[in-house]
Structure formats: structure tokens, C-alpha cells
């Protein structure tokens, strides 16, 4: 792997996380009653020009 296309991956995904974590805290801060409610998640990445769909799914404690 190209040391051009780690960093742009590293970059891209720091990108996702920290919009990711500041679109769920909106969407919280929106809701009402959520307070200690298991939430289930799901992250789709594609790209496009390539064959990936990658899914990761998990539990969000509102």
C-alpha cells in the first residue's frame, strides 16, 4: 500500500468519525426520552470504483 493512499484513508476516516460523533450527539440532543435506551447503529462505507460495501453495526446507549 501507497503511503499517498494510507494517509488519504487515515484522513478520510477521521473525517467520518468525528462528523459521525457530532451528527449522534445532535441527533440525542434532539430526542427526548432517550436517556439510558439501547440503540441499535449501523455504518454503511462504499466507494465508489470499487468493490467494497462494508457494514458495522453495533449498540448506541442513548
Known amino acids: 500500500m501507497s503511503d499517498e493512499l494510507n494517509m488519504s484513508m487515515r484522513k478520510f476516516l477521521k473525517q467520518v468519525g468525528v462528523t459521525s460523533q457530532q451528527a449522534i450527539e445532535e441527533a440525542f ?7 439510558g435506551q439501547p440503540f441499535e447503529a449501523r455504518m ?8 467494497l460495501e462494508h457494514v458495522v453495526t453495533g449498540t448506541i446507549k442513548g
Request: aromatic share 0%; hydrophobic share 35%.
Open 29 to 35: 440532543r434532539k430526542a427526548e426520552g432517550t436517556e
Open 44 to 51: 454503511v462505507l462504499t466507494i465508489d470504483g470499487v468493490d
